[in-house]
């Protein structure tokens, strides 16, 4: 599979503050990586040096195939920051034509209805950034990050201002992406959300990957619960491979079994043995 | 680069900004043709004044259209400071801490194209403006003396230059400065220049070594200042004898002609300004 972001060794100190301390972090091409840490863990660094917005201190940083930074990797991904304004005075429209035109996308028209009925603002077409609720700027700033049909997506905490209803647009717009074989990296606080859409998590910690891999490779087995008729049992220090062997000896005791459920450890529980449980 | 200024341009327009300043120049154009109307009307324009005890005789006419056509191009130079600072002061760190100028900057256009293009935007509608007003303020002074400067184009694209510098000096210190820091900076340097220029002029008159020398460094080192004062210059640049010695005393009377080598220096000065802000600006984290 093609890589569609990778950083090697990749450190960054801002004067004696280390921020990142040699991460390693790929993203294929068509895969979701989420990116969790608590506040100040590098997360936001990493995307900027990927995005070529900060220099990095020591390793590399390559989205599709060109250094990050570079002309052709600016022209290959596409990025919505954490903190971000657009001019007040433009409408959806203009801003999305705007970026058009410094992505040199030929889509045109098509392109900027697509994208504005993708993050469900086909109404607000017209409607200028300052009439905008912040919700409806963050989609747009979505939107906004697609135009050029970018390869490589680098989304900073995409759906901090959003509804429900917002996330849900969002993630389903993630699993389109997805389909379509655009690589995300995607820096959330979200626990729920990355789980729910991510292939892949990397947590990092004071600047360095403390955890990676997929949710169900990072999760520990909490043993296995099974309802009886006399009520629920739980079995300490077993996984999905007891689950036979625990139902066949229940049914030869005279039990009635009516569920079974493998318990394993949730992203959030994964996180915070990560972390320390340092909070955000 | 095109699209960038393009951009800088629209925003000036649907902001407004442009047509708050346009609003105040007509006022400050207004005002000036009362004040000159009225005040030539206390003076006798055929009049050949006799100062001092030799009788030497001033062209009254010309002293005043001169002197007052001095201060209408010093009120050019001035708002056109502020529209060089209203476009520029906040290019890099201050649209940088607002969060505009990330999506902008991760494009394919790429940090040098911004600059470029910021400094076109800048560039343009100043020079725009510049023509614009000093052309009114002209045709004012001619409706109401019937006087012409000895140059009409000269001092019109030195004040121009004058301006475009003062862009290039903003944009130099968007990059390092924060948007409120750099637009208070840029104003002192601006005052700076205008105090140094005095300075040269009081030197002229008293004949100061000390004084000329520090206008003629601050000159260099703010080349805006001796495009000013070689516009003031030019406007009476064939006036001869006494009534250009008048003049010279006076604060418009632009008594030092800058020579040949301020072209080539300020065009070296804008490209020093031009390697200094891209190298500044390839360095910062954003």
């Known amino acids: ?125 017209g409607r200028h950034v300052e009439d905008m609720s912040k919700g409806m700027q963050q989609r747009l700033g979505i939107a906004q990050a697609l135009v050029g049909t970018p390869r490589m997506l680098f989304l900073d905490e995409p759906t901090s201002a959003l509804d429900p209803a917002g996330r849900r647009t969002v993630r389903g717009l993630l699993e389109e ?37 997929r949710p169900q490779e990072l999760a520990k087995p909490r043993g296995v619960e099974i309802d009886l008729e006399g009520g629920t049992r739980h079995f300490e220090g077993t996984g999905r491979e007891d689950v036979p062997r625990i139902v066949a000896d229940l049914v030869a005791a005279d039990e009635k079994v009516y569920g079974v459920r493998v318990l394993t450890s949730t992203l959030e529980e994964i996180y915070l043995e990560a972390v320390e449980g340092e909070s955000s | 680069m095109l699209v960038i200024a393009s951009y800088a341009l629209q925003e000036s327009l649907r902001r407004k900004v442009l047509l708050i300043v346009l609003i105040l120049t007509a006022a400050f154009l207004g005002l000036y043709g009362f004040g000159i109307y009225k005040a030539y009307e206390t003076i006798d324009p055929n009049s050949r004044e006799a100062i001092g005890p030799s009788s030497v005789l001033i062209d009254t ?109 903003s944009l130099v210190g968007s990059v390092f400065l924060s948007a409120i820091a750099n637009g208070i900076a840029i104003f002192m340097v601006f005052g700076a220049g205008l105090v140094a ?5 009081i030197g002229e ?45 006076g604060p418009f009377g632009g008594a030092q002609a800058a020579g040949i080598s301020l072209a080539p220096y300020v065009l070296g000065y804008l490209a020093a300004l031009a390697l200094l802000a891209v190298a500044g600006f390839s360095r910062r984290d954003l």
């Not at chain 1, 917005?53 to 930074?69: E, F, I």
């Not at chain 2, 001092?155 to 004058?162: R, Y």
């Open chain 1, 1 to 125: 599979m093609t890589v569609a972001f990778s950083a090697q060794a990749l450190a960054k100190h801002y004067g004696s503050v280390r921020a990142l301390a040699g991460v390693d972090v790929t993203v294929d091409e068509g895969e979701l990586v989420g990116l969790l840490g608590p506040n100040g863990a590098g997360k936001s660094t990493l995307v900027k040096i990927g995005c070529g917005l900060v220099r990095p201190s020591g390793g590399s940083a390559v989205v599709c195939g060109a250094r990050a930074g570079s002309r052709e990797a600016r022209a290959a991904m596409g990025y919505l920051a954490e903190l971000f304004r657009f001019p007040g005075w433009c409408s959806a429209d203009e801003l999305l034509e705007l970026h058009q035109r410094l992505a040199g996308s030929t889509g045109g028209e098509p392109e900027r209805t697509e994208l504005l009925e993708l993050v469900g603002l086909s109404d607000a077409r």
């Open chain 1, 177 to 213: 992406l997805r389909r379509r074989g655009v690589a995300v990296l995607l820096n959330s606080h979200l626990l729920s959300e990355v789980e729910l859409v991510c292939d892949r998590v990397v947590i990092i910690h004071r600047g360095e990957v403390v955890a990676a891999g």
């Open chain 2, 61 to 169: 006419r010309i002293l005043f259209s001169a002197t007052l056509f001095g201060l209408s191009m010093f009120g050019v130079l001035f708002l056109a400071t502020v529209l060089a600072i209203f476009f520029t002061h906040a290019v890099v760190r201050g649209d940088a801490e607002r969060g505009l100028l990330q999506p902008l900057v991760v494009r394919p256009v790429g940090r040098t194209s911004v600059l470029a293009g910021r400094f076109l935007a800048g560039a343009f509608a100043c020079s725009l403006y510049v023509a614009v007003v000093y052309a009114g303020g002209l045709l004012i002074t001619h409706a109401v003396t019937g006087w012409w400067p000895d140059r009409i184009v000269l001092p019109a694209v030195e004040l121009a230059g004058a301006v475009i510098v003062l862009v290039a000096l």
């Open chain 2, 197 to 201: 220029g005095l300075l040269g002029q």
């Open chain 2, 205 to 249: 008159a008293l004949d100061s070594d000390s004084l000329k020398t520090i206008a003629k460094v601050s000159s260099w080192v703010l080349p805006f200042e001796a495009l000013y004062q070689d516009a003031l210059n030019a406007i009476t640049a064939e006036t001869e004898g006494f009534t250009k010695a008048a003049l010279s005393l």
